[in-house]
């Protein structure tokens, strides 16, 4: 079965370091990999788009890592704040403008 | 701009009761997309549209129905809700060029 990957469990960082979440996907052929920030009780927001041609995207404190043959991409934010606790989602196109969703990755960013 | 706009925002029934979710868009964008979401599953696809006259099943489409009544305008309609459609509903609309934009959402119980 056709399968998008994110680690279910929270992950809890110290303000400053570099948070990493990972997505990973089986079954897919995607021309794009997406990543959303959600915050409780709003909906996704788009943050990064990467292309399946493209090894690496930066936005800011944010990079985007995409491996075709490791079927998996890497998320990260660098010097993280309390800000950026928020649950982040991966996205891919299963087919032409159809979106399929992982079930998102909590981030707590502690002081 | 109201980007993408859903009502209602909350919303209760009762076994067998029939209730349409609706949704519009101001980005002159012609995918648009319905999603639920739920504890531990993450946004699963329930129905979407490419374009103004189409509409697509996703994931998830058993005991709900949709209108693309036009480009601004994406409805969910469920005829008979059951208690496994409580969730949380999202619209979305997208460009084509991959990024969705997504509604507030609503949270609708099923008693």
């Known amino acids: 079965s056709q399968k998008i990957e994110q680690n279910s469990e929270a992950l809890n960082i110290q303000e400053g370091k570099t948070a990493t979440l990972t997505c990973n996907y089986t079954n897919y052929s995607p021309a794009y990999l997406q990543w959303y920030r959600q915050d409780p009780g709003r909906g996704p927001v788009f943050l990064l788009l990467i292309r399946e041609n493209e090894k690496e995207k930066r936005k800011e404190r944010l990079k985007v890592t995409f491996d075709t043959t490791l079927k998996q991409s890497l998320f990260h934010i660098t010097a993280s704040q309390p800000a950026d606790s928020a649950t982040y989602l991966c996205a891919l196109d299963e087919d032409t403008d159809k979106l399929i969703f992982g079930t998102g990755t909590r981030l707590q960013v502690f002081p | 701009n109201a980007g993408v706009t859903q009502t209602p925002k909350f919303q209760v029934l009762k076994t067998g009761q029939s209730m349409t979710l609706q949704c519009a868009q101001d980005?002159?964008?012609?995918?648009m997309y319905w999603y639920r979401q739920d504890p531990g599953m993450g946004l699963r696809l329930i129905y979407y549209?490419?374009?103004?006259?189409?509409?697509d099943k996703g994931e998830v489409p058993n005991g709900y129905n949709v209108s693309r009544l036009n480009k601004r305008e994406f409805s969910l309609r469920l005829e008979s809700a059951a208690p496994s459609q409580t969730s949380v509903y999202f619209c979305a609309s997208g460009s084509g060029l991959g990024k969705l934009f997504f509604g507030s959402g609503t949270q609708l119980s099923v008693l």
């Open positions: 549209s490419a374009s103004e006259g189409t509409t």
């Open positions: 980005m002159n964008h012609n995918s």
